[in-house]
């Protein structure tokens, strides 16, 4: 059980400061990493910075690079060994991607630049089984649409492989499937269907694609999450807009040998913004001036539902050792909480400018 922890996020840059979330999740012991942008008033260019929180503080470990301050994209993974995973954007126009591996004390073991010449911004990662990091990115260099890459645990490329085209891919997911190989699902243009979904290899071949649809005449859908289990069944989750200005429904679709084995519809979950597969159900966040955190099993059905005082709009949540972390944008800075499994609210910050 981790002890109650109250953070001090602190300022980092001089001037009038506030601190942005751009992702979260699970650090070794009772803490978590955090990638802060922090922003100076009237100023274009922007840094993001890494914090681990320990022992009921937030510490600053480094920083991830020069960001472009109206849009910084980052994406955290923790690493198996302890530390964590980071790939930044960096650049005022997003064309070099920084990834990193952090040692549990943050230090920098490896960084690899991906260089590019337009826009290329991380998407997603994930750790292989020797160690070694898949790292999913959005790249408007040479080919558009989606890229997946291999880095060893020395931080050396393995291959890379051009995933899905798209025009511009508004939600992707990302998981991992059979023996160290992956699956990317994406909303796509360029792609005959709602939103594509391909299996990559180990080595980086794909081996199927699908032209994903969601419900007949229910407009077109993007994907928040996809999930790969041990026996080859591969589950989707989307947010799907529905007619009569009804309220979004997250619509889950398992496919084994055929495609479209089955769906239905999680009402309990309409309007969450964050939505994460866990065993044996789901946990979502959503809200505005209520936000919420909340689990429920396989059928929406609700196990336990937080409300937070604080208003602030979710935009990252991560889960590890049963706890939930979301963190997201205020008015006048960021929101950051661990909420138990019960509900409670393990610990929480508010950074204000």
Not at 19 to 35: F, K, P, S, T, Y
Not at 70 to 95: K, M, Q, V
Not at 107 to 120: H, N
């Amino acid at each position: 059980m981790k002890s109650m922890q109250i953070i001090v996020i602190h300022a980092i840059t001089a001037g009038a400061c506030f601190g942005q979330v751009l992702d979260i999740c699970e650090a070794q012991g009772n803490g978590a990493w955090l990638a802060v942008q922090s922003v100076t008033d009237l100023e274009e260019i922007s840094t993001a910075c890494l914090y681990l929180v320990e022992d009921g503080e937030a510490i600053l470990v480094d920083s991830l690079g020069t960001v472009r301050s109206d849009a910084a994209h980052c994406r955290l993974i923790p690493r198996a060994e302890g530390g964590c995973f980071s790939a930044t954007s960096t650049g005022t126009g997003y064309t070099a991607i920084s990834l990193r591996a952090y040692s549990p004390e943050g230090t920098v073991e490896w960084e690899l630049v991906e260089d590019g010449d337009c826009y290329d911004a991380p998407c997603g990662l994930l750790e292989t089984v020797d160690g070694g990091v898949l790292m999913l990115w959005d790249s408007w260099s040479t080919s558009r649409g989606l890229w997946v890459m291999k880095v060893s645990s020395a931080g050396e490329p393995v291959w890379k492989t051009f995933a899905i085209p798209t025009l511009h891919p508004f939600y992707t997911a990302f998981c991992a499937h059979g023996d160290d190989g992956c699956l990317v699902a994406a909303a796509v243009v360029a792609v005959g269907g709602d939103f594509a979904m391909t299996a990559l290899d180990p080595t980086g071949d794909e081996t199927e694609m699908w032209s994903v649809g969601v419900l007949e005449n229910l407009g077109a859908s993007t994907p928040m999450g996809v999930r790969s289990s041990d026996e080859g069944v591969i589950s989707v989750w989307a947010d799907t807009p529905v007619p009569e200005n009804l309220d979004d429904l997250i619509v889950i679709r398992d496919h084994s040998d055929s495609l479209d084995s089955w769906s239905y519809s999680l009402d309990s979950l309409s309007g969450a913004e964050l939505l994460e597969a866990v065993d044996g159900g789901f946990i979502a966040a959503g809200g505005e001036d209520t936000p919420w955190v909340c689990a429920t099993d396989m059928t929406g059905t609700v196990i336990w539902h937080h409300m937070f005082e604080t208003e602030f709009v979710p935009v990252a949540m991560d889960s590890g050792n049963g706890f939930i972390f979301v963190a997201g944008e205020c008015e006048n800075g960021f929101f950051a909480a661990c909420v138990e499994p019960a509900g409670g609210e393990v610990w929480s910050v508010l950074q204000n400018r």
